[in-house]
């Protein structure tokens, strides 16, 4: 399950964040659309976080979960 979800972060991070940091050329152009583009890239980093971390809460999980126990 953690490496989908960070598969998944991939895919954000490819296309909202990469997209707009070269459509900005990493944001140092501003195109017209460039409030859009922030707003995608600001959403991307936020979603990536929280993929991120649910990634590392099953992993934690994962970890310390007693050997033989069934999962709840």
């Known amino acids: 399950g953690a490496a989908l979800l960070i598969l ?3 895919g ?3 296309y909202w964040i990469f997209l707009a940091n070269q459509a900005t050329a990493n944001w140092t ?3 017209p659309d460039w409030e859009k ?3 995608d890239w600001e959403y991307g980093h936020a979603g990536n ?3 991120i971390a649910a990634a590392l809460f099953g992993t ?3 970890a ?3 050997p ?3 999962p709840s």
Request: positive net charge; hydrophobic residues 55%.
């Open 8 to 10: 998944a972060s991939l």
């Open 12 to 14: 954000v991070f490819f």
């Open 29 to 31: 152009t501003a195109p």
């Open 37 to 39: 583009l922030r707003r």
């Open 49 to 51: 976080a929280l993929l």
């Open 60 to 62: 934690t999980m994962a």
């Open 64 to 66: 310390t979960r007693k």
């Open 68 to 70: 033989g126990r069934a």
